[in-house]
């Protein structure tokens, strides 16, 4: 069974700074790997979404990559801002759900930006 | 496009009632899902439908829940009857390449 787990449960930063948040997953048999972003009280954001053929993907000031063999993500954060704070999800579809769009979502890291 | 619609936002209810939650997906998606989030399990899909026809619900917890697409731009999830470990957030989202998220039904049931 697909397990997606993210560590530190929660990370406080000063304004300004680059900053990595880490996703590890069980099984590398995935198609694909998407970061959320989710505001308090609000839905999920989709943020990047990497193919298992990718390694990385970029986006402003964002940038995940996909280490597949390794069953590990990260999002990278360039010069962070108060208006970053939030809580970033990252989910994974399995291909042992056979074709199934079900996604797999870890439980996520609150980001918190200090001015 | 206004995103996924859902209603309501909030909904207090006691215990053994019926709830119904609401969704409007985006306008040409195809793909619509059910989620369901709490603190102790995370987000947890519920259900999902490919063209108004449910895929996989393996997810739906009991009997107590189910959930219907009658066509592409409205689907309900329902609850009945309701009991107090069912207290969540509830998310529909639909899908194109990305998932869009509605702003979710918090649910409380007494």
């Known amino acids: 069974k697909q397990e997606v787990t993210q560590i530190p449960a929660a990370l406080s930063v000063p304004e300004g700074e680059n900053l990595v948040l880490n996703c590890s997953f069980t099984?590398?048999?995935?198609?694909?790997l998407q970061w959320f972003r989710q505001d308090p009280g609000k839905g999920l954001t989709s943020l990047l979404l990497?193919?298992?053929?990718?390694r990385e993907q970029t986006s402003g000031r964002l940038n995940a990559s996909l280490d597949k063999s390794s069953g590990r993500s990260t999002l990278y954060i360039a010069a962070s801002q108060p208006g970053d704070s939030a809580t970033y999800l990252c989910?994974?579809?399995?291909?042992?759900?056979?074709?199934?769009?079900?996604?797999?979502f870890g439980k996520g890291t609150k980001l918190t930006v200090n001015p | 496009d206004a995103g996924v619609i859902q209603s309501p936002r909030h909904e207090v209810t006691e215990m053994g009632q019926e709830v119904t939650l609401r969704c409007k997906p985006i306008?040409?998606?195809?793909?619509l899902f059910w989620y369901r989030q709490t603190m102790m399990r995370g987000l947890e899909l519920l259900i999902y439908?490919?063209?108004?026809?449910?895929?996989?619900d393996s997810g739906m917890p009991e009997d107590r829940f189910s959930a219907k697409m009658p066509n592409a731009s409205f689907s309900t999830l329902k609850i009945q009857p309701s009991e107090p470990r069912d207290s969540a957030v509830y998310f529909c989202?639909?899908?194109?390449?990305?998932?869009?998220f509605g702003s979710g039904t918090q649910l409380s049931v007494l």
């Open positions: 099984d590398s048999a995935i198609y694909n």
């Open positions: 306008s040409g998606h195809n793909s």
């Open positions: 990497i193919q298992s053929s990718q």
């Open positions: 989910a994974v579809r399995p291909i042992s759900e056979g074709g199934s769009e079900k996604l797999v």
């Open positions: 439908f490919n063209n108004n026809v449910p895929i996989d």
């Open positions: 989202a639909s899908r194109s390449e990305k998932l869009f």
